[in-house]
């Protein structure tokens, strides 16, 4: 029997979105500026350890969760540079900032998707839950336009701190 291609199976069950195509490259665009995200805060460790950005990327993706890889850098902020207070506070407002968008977006993964009854709208239901929520085009650019703007600040504020960095920090031993 001849293998049919995935166009010749007139049964097949595909998501609602494809009716939202805009929709759907939203959630798609949004999952990889997540991932941009995802790589400045590596950066941010290595800017806040004084090291090459790939080692901190090492270290900073070996948990595979991403609330676990912020946890580092919540941790490791105050004792590298606790003569800095203003920068560890810095660091951890754009930490929660990047918690908080890696939460919605994981919403947005995890979600049953349909379509609005009314417009064109997609509603999500969130699995196990049985709550729907609606989502319009405009707010799903809204989430991106805000993870692409965190993710330049990150950047921004990594290639500026680099020049002040007090590449003194001292050994670990001498904060007990």
Same mark, same amino acid.
Request: aromatic content about 2%; charged content about 30%.
């Given at each position: 029997m001849a293998s049919k291609s995935l166009r010749d199976?007139?049964?097949?069950?595909?998501? %609602? =979105?494809?009716q939202r195509p805009k929709h759907a490259q939203a959630i798609g665009i949004l999952t990889i500026e997540i991932s941009r995200l995802e790589r400045s805060i590596s950066e941010l460790l290595g800017t806040i350890l004084g090291m090459h950005f790939l080692?901190?990327?090492a270290i900073y993706f070996t948990p595979n969760s991403n609330i676990a890889r912020m946890d580092i850098i919540s941790n490791v902020?105050?004792? %590298? =540079?606790n003569q800095h207070p203003k920068?560890?506070?810095?660091?951890?407002?754009f930490n929660e900032r990047a918690k908080a968008a890696m939460g919605k977006r994981h919403q947005i993964i995890h979600y049953f998707w349909t379509l609005?009854?009314?417009?064109?709208?997609?509603?999500?239901?969130?699995?196990?839950?049985?709550?729907?929520?609606t989502f319009s085009l405009k707010q799903?650019?809204?989430?991106? =336009?805000?993870?692409?703007?965190?993710?330049t600040e990150i950047y921004k504020y990594c290639h500026g701190f680099r020049d002040e960095h007090p590449k003194d920090i001292r050994?670990?031993?001498e904060y007990w």
């Open positions: 199976l007139n049964d097949l069950q595909v998501t %609602a =979105l494809v080692l901190a990327e902020a105050p004792l %590298a =540079l920068k560890v506070k810095r660091i951890n407002r609005s009854e009314t417009g064109d709208d997609i509603r999500g239901e969130k699995m196990g839950g049985f709550r729907l929520k799903l650019e809204a989430q991106i =336009l805000d993870v692409q703007k965190l993710t050994p670990l031993r």
